[in-house]
């Protein structure tokens, strides 16, 4: 069987040890939004928290779970993020399935936890009169739903195309330090973004808050945003930023550079300069 039937064979198979990392997104995904939406209530009193610090909660949240568990699944808690790894070949379709399934039972399991442990009355943003429920992303009035989905779009492919400059080979002794620099890049694109949809960039942030709450208001904005915003992120950066592989061509399985192999067929070996191993 070839590389490439080998690729696409694998493609549609279930990865090993894909259930421990099932079991970690269910995880992860829990800890981002119980922590995050935990610090969308303020000081436990009707007065709302600054934007900065629920985009600092969520962007620390971030870090905290990918130092966590990053070696475990890969951290992904987006949907977004699973679908474009599922892209570039990081995941195979069925484990990637089960990702997307472990993220939406985290971030529901999540937001649960925190109805238990916080009082009702601040569950409708610190305003009882209100009937916008506590971390649900909501699109601001000012705005159309057209521009709310470029918003997510965009917003979505710029963390996708930072997810792709961790998964790249030429990053890869910078891994020490990538919990960080994606925890930031979630708090920069959040302080920016967030006044307009609530910067969600993640379907199942979106979900767990609007199934508790019952408040499926343009929910569908917040799915398809994000999934083109992580095709346009994946497909953007494999186009213009990926380096492209030096093999030409494959034979059964093994992978031969042509280029190479074709310098070194040019060398005469009279040409061949005999080093004495025993010269000092």
């Known amino acids: 069987m ?10 549609w198979k279930l990865q090993e040890g894909t259930w421990t990392m099932f079991i ?4 992860g995904t829990g800890i ?26 969520f ?15 890969g951290a992904h808690l987006n949907p977004a993020v699973t679908i474009g790894a599922v892209i ?16 939406f039972i985290g971030a529901t399991l999540g937001y649960g936890a925190l109805k238990i442990v916080t009082p009702p009355e601040l569950f409708h943003d610190g305003n009882p009169n209100s009937t916008v429920g506590l971390c649900v992303t909501v699109v601001h009035p000012g705005i159309s739903i057209v521009q709310a989905i470029l918003i997510e779009v965009l917003c979505t492919s710029f963390i996708l195309c930072a997810a792709c400059a961790t998964w790249d080979p030429r990053c890869s002794h910078t891994t020490d330090s990538t919990a960080i620099r994606f925890g930031f890049s979630v708090v920069a694109i959040s302080l920016a973004a967030a006044p307009y949809t609530g910067c969600s960039m993640n379907p199942a942030r979106t979900f767990g808050p609007a199934f508790w709450n019952s408040d499926w208001t343009n929910q569908w904005v917040y799915w ?17 930023f990926l380096e492209k592989p030096r093999v030409e061509k494959t034979y059964g399985s093994s992978t031969v550079d042509m280029k190479l192999m074709k310098e070194m067929e040019s060398i005469k070996f009279s040409e061949l300069e005999i080093v004495d191993g025993n010269q000092t």
């Open 88 to 103: 570039v070949g990081l995941k195979s379709i069925p484990t990637g399935t089960l990702y997307i399934v472990a993220q």
């Open 32 to 57: 981002l939004i119980f922590v995050g939406c935990m610090a969308s209530i303020g000081s436990m009193s009707t007065v709302l928290p600054p934007p900065l610090q629920m985009s600092i909660a």
């Open 24 to 27: 970690a997104e269910v995880v």
């Open 224 to 240: 398809f945003g994000p999934t083109v915003g992580a095709m346009l992120g994946t497909y953007t950066y494999q186009v213009l």
């Open 59 to 73: 962007g620390m949240t971030v870090n905290l779970i990918i130092m966590m568990l990053g070696h475990v699944s």
């Open 2 to 11: 070839s590389n490439k039937e080998e690729s696409k064979d694998a493609l």
